[in-house]
């Protein structure tokens, strides 16, 4: 699965994790949604949860971004060099 995102969209990721939230949002989403198993016995369910990992993988890696991109570089983010938005 791949999403895909335009320049436009990851800066507005990356601006969300850079608000004074952002940090407790990365660990709500790395608690609930990626630091969890996707596995069911019940694959409708097993695949939605795999879906929900995905995104919140993707959110992650905005807020990963946030970390280390200032305002004035946020033109250079490349998001499509990311493990995080491929599976």
Known sequence: MFIELTN????LIVRMF??????????LLSRKFVNR???DADPHIMSFKEGQRSL???LVAGANAAKVVG????DNVDIN???YTED
């Open 18 to 27: 850079q608000s004074p939230i952002g940090g407790e949002v990365r660990e």
């Open 56 to 58: 919140a993988l993707v």
């Open 8 to 11: 436009t969209e990851m800066e």
């Open 81 to 83: 060099d990311s493990d």
């Open 37 to 39: 198993t996707s596995f």
């Open 71 to 74: 305002d004035e570089h946020l």
